[in-house]
């Protein structure tokens, strides 16, 4: 044992010392270390409303931000971010480090090497702290209370109540919904003093707000305030130096507020009042048409919008999108033109315009001049001919030659049209696309792939290797013993897991795999193909052949024997709405499940699909429900759910459903249930968007929670609106924003229809076309809506909502 303690000190001698020490509070104190290896390693503001430390921005990559911890903030992944320090850079998820290190200087390590991808390049010899302001700021401050560094001179795409905005700062949007880095759009001050919006994209950028063709005094804009500041303060009222300004929809109220530069261009004010349970709502934004928003479609492509279906893109006749998973792309012509003028023609597209980019334009001119000119230079794209007003008793013809076709809007108040130069031989018409975007809802052919970190190890300089080499020779013989003494130990435990095994085998026909198995089966876990709270799941083949959807459980601290006897619970189901379980793998602190593979998906993945129409649609809710209510109500113990969700369904090749992802939800007695449910949940369970209210205020969970959560994705089936995304709508009169929930928003609707018409009608998808049945759809929203009431003894069982469609569906047949 003496040389076990020399090995082990020896280890320590030659280790690189690092400092690491849990954040307490709201302060990180000189020669102190934040580690992405320790959950619990955040600031916190002081009266709880942020927290700053290592986020999740994919697989093994994280960012050092700053969140607000509510609404339902309750952990990685979900909540609003506010700042970001390494937005375009992110570290792994081991040995990176946020430290402030005694010279002062605040850095930001990836897997411990050298130099940091981030740093404030602050010194001080003085004591320095680093504090999380209740405001949302992070503050570098010396003995004196003097601020060294602070997050609110860099914003990201944030601006918080009194952030100073000033010449020195801009916001600049994310990526994406999902992905955080840098984006396309900056709002900013220019040089003429005035605050604007910028597109800046990868090949071009324009100004775009306020209007480039207006001067700023015609905008009511100021260009003789050279300070350029601007502040939102805490009742919703911005100001800035050029004389633009806005009241939020409910100013004076003490509410949380952000001002966000959205990924798709648009600047938005949010607001929320207190309590886990609200949600942020649009008090004020830019425009409330998305489709002036330049580069918002690409290049070729016209954005539309209606109040109905929302933004919509789609390539103009001829063009073909760049890439099906990213509109920013734009389209590419299907044709060649040749510059030949007798071997190219004109189609109009009506009500279309192209802003910008023209080689020329010339005022009152005909038609056929407009027409020559374009058809005489090859880059000439087609042109826009349109009357303009003037003071003249008769409006002059205007013609636009276009050297590119950018920033593309089609809206029937536009009065002008687009001549597109095509092939003579081309067959193409202004009918040829669809009112609703058809490339908008086509299935996507290629995974946006999560960005990912490989973590590589640092093997340090050949004379470490040479010691950490000797020491464990030293050790290796006492270690052998060691083994020795174990091995008969760890065979008879083996030996009895087998017998237990093969009896577990035996009473439910499903295998037991070990991890090596299934980590070949997998390819090393190699093509992911979903993943949620519970875990990962990838595509595998079995040794059989068979095609295997592989769940890797991300929670591994349960033990094996209650592992066991729950898989053994679930793996006796047996419905054909319901997933096949085929075997698990408990394997030292590894947990997998091993299920049938859905070749089409999830119904998430589905529900912009053409091919998703009503009749399938209608079978996918008949479906679910049978599979839930024989989770409920059949099986000799009741099993919740808990996680209903257009994930959690997945689809055969024949769209036939089949609920996923229960294998280790909930199991509840019959007694228990009807004793008026189960208060003993450890935590919240679900998805935000699909929970039902008993969650949130602590109230004892039955099955209803799963009736509402059914509901909930009925009434996405139907509308083909998210509850996650709330729906929108304008007034056209004062175009103040009103943000509403779905349940809402549907029962408006139904309350507001008239008697003549169906107040389906106004709800339904418009992926779905006009051919549906409104009699099956009517029947899916009115028992969804049944569903969704608040309080739980309410709603109907999912054995009742069962016979509810199942009634119907045969009166209507």
């Known amino acids: 044992m003496a040389s076990l303690f020399s090995l082990l000190l020896l280890f320590l001698t030659i280790s690189p010392p690092f400092s690491f020490s849990s954040a307490s509070l709201n302060t990180l104190r000189k020669g102190s270390s934040l580690s992405v290896e320790d959950k619990d390693s955040f600031l916190i503001s002081p009266d709880g409303t942020f927290s700053a430390g290592f986020y999740p921005v994919g697989k093994n990559a994280f960012c050092f931000a700053i969140w607000f911890n509510d609404p339902s903030c309750t952990g990685y992944g979900n909540c609003t971010l506010v700042w970001m320090a390494n937005r375009d850079v992110p570290v792994n998820g081991k040995r990176s480090e946020f430290s402030l290190l005694k010279t002062g200087n605040l850095v930001l390590t990836d897997a411990g090497r050298s130099p940091p991808v981030w740093a404030t390049d602050t010194t001080s010899l003085s004591l320095l702290s680093l504090n999380l302001q209740d405001n949302g700021n992070l503050v570098l401050n010396d003995t004196e209370g003097a601020i060294i560094w602070q997050s609110f001179d860099t914003p990201t795409d944030t601006l918080l109540p009194l952030q100073l905005f000033t010449k020195e700062t801009r916001l600049v949007s994310s990526r994406s919904r999902s992905n955080f880095s840098t984006g396309f759009y900056k709002f900013y001050f220019d040089n003429d003093n005035v605050i604007r919006l910028l597109y800046d994209g990868p090949e071009i950028s324009s100004v775009f707000w306020p209007d480039p063709g207006a001067l700023p005094w015609e905008e009511n804009r100021s260009t003789y305030n050279s300070s350029r500041i601007a502040i939102l303060d805490s009742l919703g009222y911005f100001a800035a130096t050029d004389n633009f300004t806005f009241h939020s929809a409910d100013y004076g109220q003490r509410l949380q507020r952000r001002l966000t530069l959205d990924y798709d261009g648009n600047l938005r004010l949010y607001s929320r009042g207190e309590g886990n349970s609200n949600s942020w709502v649009v008090s004020w934004e830019l425009s409330s048409q998305p489709c002036t928003v330049h580069g918002v479609c690409g290049p070729n492509s016209v954005c539309s919008y209606s109040r109905i279906s929302g933004k919509m893109c789609s390539c103009i006749p001829g063009f073909k999108m760049v890439d099906y998973t990213d509109w920013s792309r734009g389209c590419e012509p299907e044709f060649n033109i040749s510059c030949s003028t007798t071997e190219s023609t004109f189609l109009k597209l009506r009500h279309v315009e192209f802003y910008g980019y023209d080689f020329g334009f010339y005022p009152n001119t005909t038609f056929d001049d407009c027409k020559n000119k374009c058809l005489q230079r090859c880059d000439c794209k087609g042109f826009q001919f349109k009357f303009v007003k003037h003071d003249h008793p008769s409006d002059l013809p205007y013609c636009f030659a276009k050297t590119l076709l950018l920033n593309g809007q089609r809206q029937s108040s536009f009065e002008g049209d687009l001549y597109l130069k095509v092939p003579v031989t081309s067959n193409y018409s202004d009918h040829s696309w669809p009112t609703v975007s058809e490339l908008l809802h086509t299935c996507p052919h290629n995974v946006i792939r999560q960005l990912e970190r490989k973590y590589v190890v640092d093997h340090g300089v050949w004379r470490v290797q040479f010691l950490l080499w000797f020491a464990i020779g030293v050790g290796v013989f006492e270690i052998f013993g060691i083994i020795f003494v174990l091995l008969f130990v760890v065979r008879n435990q083996q030996n009895r897991g087998a017998t237990t095994q093969g009896y577990l085998q035996a009473a439910t026909g499903f295998k037991r795999f070990t991890y090596t198995e299934l980590k070949k089966a997998t390819r090393n876990f190699k093509e992911e193909i979903g993943r949620g709270a519970g875990g990962i799941v990838y595509r595998g083949k079995l040794s059989d052949d068979r095609i295997a959807a592989i769940k890797l459980l991300s929670e591994a601290h349960q033990g094996e024997a209650e592992f066991l006897a729950e898989v053994s619970t679930i793996g006796k189901l047996n419905h054909m709405n319901l997933i096949d379980m085929w075997g698990y793998c408990a394997d030292q602190k590894h947990r997998l499940l091993v299920y049938e593979y859905m070749e089409r998906g999830s119904l998430a993945e589905n529900l912009s699909c053409k ?48 609920v996923s992802d229960f294998g280790l939800s909930r199991l509840v007695s019959r007694d228990n249930e009807s004793n008026g449910g189960n208060s003993g949940f450890s935590k919240l369970r679900g998805t935000r968007g699909y929970m039902a209210p008993e969650w949130i205020f602590n109230q004892p969970i039955t099955s209803k929670v799963d ?29 103040n924003v009103e943000q509403k929930r779905l349940v809402a928003w549907v029962r408006e609707k139904k309350s507001g229809a008239g008697e003549k018409e169906s107040w389906v009608k106004e709800i339904i998808d418009p992926i779905m076309g006009n051919d549906y049945d409104i009699n099956r759809l009517e029947i899916l929203a009115e028992v969804a809506l049944q569903c969704v009431e608040e309080d739980k003894d309410a709603r109907p069982t999912m054995g009742q909502v069962l016979e509810l469609i199942l009634r119907d569906y045969e009166k209507n047949s």
């Open 611 to 658: 091919e998703l129409d009503w009749k399938r649609r209608f079978e996918i809710a008949l479906g679910t429900a049978k599979g839930l209510a024989y989770l409920h109500e059949e099986c000799l113990e009741w099993i919740l759910h808990c996680d209903v969700k257009p994930q959690n369904i997945l689809l055969d090749s024949r769209y036939q459903p089949k």
């Open 707 to 735: 009736v509402y959560s059914y509901g909930t994705v009925v009434l996405e089936m139907v509308t083909g609106k998210s509850p996650a995304m709330d729906v929108q709508e304008v007034d056209s009169t004062t175009y």
